[in-house]
Every structure is written in C-alpha cells, then in structure tokens.
C-alpha cells in the first residue's frame, strides 16, 4: 500500500480543512511502504495569482503540516514544483484523457460558478491531479468527499493509458471518510476560504475569538431549548469531541439552560485546548527556518527518486526513449 495526498496552499487552513483533510491524512502518516503529502502550488496557481499571497500560503502550508503533526521522519513532505516530472506526466496524460471525462468534473463547474476564471489550467486540474497520484504509484488516496471524482478520474486516465501504451500505472483507490462531517463556517454555509466564514487554524487568539464569538446563531434566550442539529456553534464544537461527549453536549443544548454566549465561550476553550500545543509548535518552527527549509528539500529529494523511474517507465511505454 503507497498513501498520497495533497492540499492547496489557496489560503490559511481553517477548521474544516483540518478536520475533513488534514486529520484523517495524519492517521496514514507512516502507514503502508511509502506515504507521500504534498503541498500542491502547482494547483494552487489556478486561484492565486498574486506572488506575494502563493509565497505566503505556501511557508504557512509547511509550518501548518508540521505544527499539526505530520512527521518528516515518517512521511514524504514536499512541494509539487519541486518535482518537475509533475508537470510532464500531466502533458503526457492530457493525451490520453477524453474532452468529455473533464466536462463531466464536478468541481470545475462548481469552481466556474464561483467566479472562478475559466483558465485551461482550472479544466485540465484534474489532469495534473493524475499525475500527482500516478507519479507515486499511489494506491491509497485519503481525500475529502468533493475530491473523490478527481480520483477517479485519476484512475480513469491510468486506464486509458494503460490500454495505449500497455500496463505502466497503478490504478488508485480513494479513501472516503463517510464519519467526516462537513464544517459549517461562521456563517452556516460550509466553511470555506471563499465564502470568507473561516475559523482558521492558527490565526492570533484574537481572530480566533472573533471568529468563534461572531458564528451566527437564531435568537433563542439562554433559558431556551436549542437545537445542537441546526446549531452552527454545536456543529463545530462536536468535531473536536468523542461521540460520547458530542452527545451529552447536545442534550445541554437540548434542555435550555445554555446560552449561546456561553456555547461559544465553550467551543472557544475546545478550541484552544485541542490547538494550543499545535500552535506552541508553530511558533518554534517559524523561529527554524533551516530545519524548514531541510523538510522540503530532503522531501522533494525522495518524491524525486520515485518520479524519475515512474517517469522512465512512461517514456519508454509511449517511445519517447
Ligand atoms: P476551501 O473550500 O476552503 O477552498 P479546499 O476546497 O481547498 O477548501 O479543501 C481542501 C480540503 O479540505 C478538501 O479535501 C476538503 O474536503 C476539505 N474541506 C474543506 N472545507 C471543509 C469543510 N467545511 N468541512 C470538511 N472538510 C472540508
Ligand atoms: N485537489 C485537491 C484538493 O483541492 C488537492 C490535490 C491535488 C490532491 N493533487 C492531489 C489530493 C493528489 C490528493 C492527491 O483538495
């Protein structure tokens, strides 16, 4: 088994990157014969097209991973930019991947929706998001339930190729938490950096409270009963709880007594309890920007390796060598 996944540095990490991507990837840490997590700046330009901003989200994607626990010694960390064959096997898979499998990409079109700019790199995303997988010889791909078509994609492509060119890649598989709910923001809605109703992961104790104390909430008093299902402040807090405290914490909920001031106030301490040693870490680790530095250079050495012979592999299947 060979684990992969990736994460775009578009903006700072909030709540519900950490819980629907980053937290499930970290328990692969170590797993199976290799396990690779990149940062995907590659993908990433697609939305941010501001030097400053990439330069930025990218040094905060790095000490964000490391800070929440992902462990250099026991997995592959490094930059998509940092491995070229990235962009090379995505040319020669764009080849071989139908017009219509990419139309049919949910994302794209969501993306579109948004505002996003229709670009030939936002359409062929999920090309280069095959050669992220296929690259590695990926088997596993732990990914949040939006990203499972792109997987699949991935998959699809490998076929098309392997049907041209003979068997050269590994078909992946993607690896959906069905138990990972979906944060809501501050807002409801999804939390999400373009919606602007983030909690983010390790923005100043201010922002946080600011974040958490400013989550909308119906009108209710504090003697009123509430209802945790609908409660955006209860939605996010049971994230960072066992089933059995989410559970006792909703029957408060249930039975008034609780104000929403006071939620908040709970789900700010949850927070910080759960945050606290993470952000400690952050703060010591943009203090060893050497060591920074040494991360990301060793990672994009072995992705490297591993690339280079998958990629030898596919010159000599489509006779370029
Ligand atoms: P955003 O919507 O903030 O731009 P991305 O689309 O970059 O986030 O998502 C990166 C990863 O984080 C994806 O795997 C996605 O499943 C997960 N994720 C993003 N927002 C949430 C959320 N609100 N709840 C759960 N998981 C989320
Ligand atoms: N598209 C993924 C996202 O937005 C990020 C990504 C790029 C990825 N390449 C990948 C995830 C390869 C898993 C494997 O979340």
Redesign the pocket.
């Known amino acids: 088994m060979r684990i992969l996944s990736g994460?775009?540095p578009?903006?700072q990490l909030?709540l519900?990157?950490y819980?629907?991507?980053m937290k499930p990837n970290l328990e692969y840490v170590g797993k199976g014969d290799m396990s690779l997590y990149m940062i995907v700046d590659f993908h990433a330009l697609t939305t941010v097209q501001n030097p400053d901003e990439l330069r930025t989200f990218r040094n905060d994607a790095i000490l964000d991973l490391l800070a929440c626990g992902f462990d250099p010694d026991k997995a592959t960390l490094f930059f998509q930019s940092h491995v070229p064959e990235h962009t090379e096997l995505s040319w020669i898979l764009s080849t071989v991947t139908p017009m219509g499998l990419l139309e049919r990409a949910v994302s794209y079109k969501d993306k579109v929706q948004k505002g996003i700019a229709a670009s030939v790199g936002l359409f062929t995303y999920p090309v280069l998001m095959a050669a992220d997988i296929l690259l590695y010889d990926a088997t596993l791909v732990p990914?949040?339930?939006?990203?499972k078509q792109h997987v699949e994609m991935a998959r699809d492509i490998a076929v098309k190729f392997n049907n041209a060119f003979g068997e050269s890649l590994i078909l992946p598989e993607p690896k959906i938490r069905d138990e990972?709910?979906?944060?809501p923001?501050t807002d409801g809605q999804?939390?999400?950096?373009?919606y602007g109703n983030?909690i983010p992961l390790f923005g100043s104790e201010k922002v946080i409270q600011k974040a958490i104390m400013g989550i909308v909430t119906d009108s209710k008093g504090v003697a009123e009963p509430k209802d945790p299902e609908t409660c955006a402040v209860f939605q996010i807090h049971r994230s960072f709880l066992s089933k059995e405290d989410a559970s006792a914490l909703a029957d408060t909920y249930r039975a008034g007594g609780l104000g929403y001031g006071d939620a908040k106030k709970l789900l700010f301490t949850a927070y910080m309890d759960a945050f606290g040693p993470m952000r400690a870490k952050r703060e010591e680790l943009m203090k060893k920007s050497d060591y920074v530095q040494e991360v990301v250079q060793d990672g994009a050495k072995k992705a490297g390796k591993v690339a280079k012979a998958t990629m030898e592999r596919v010159r000599k299947a489509v006779g370029l060598i």
């Open positions: 994460i775009q578009s903006g909030h519900g990157n819980f629907g991507s990914v949040g339930r939006d990203q990972v709910a979906v944060i923001g999804k939390m999400s950096k373009s983030t």
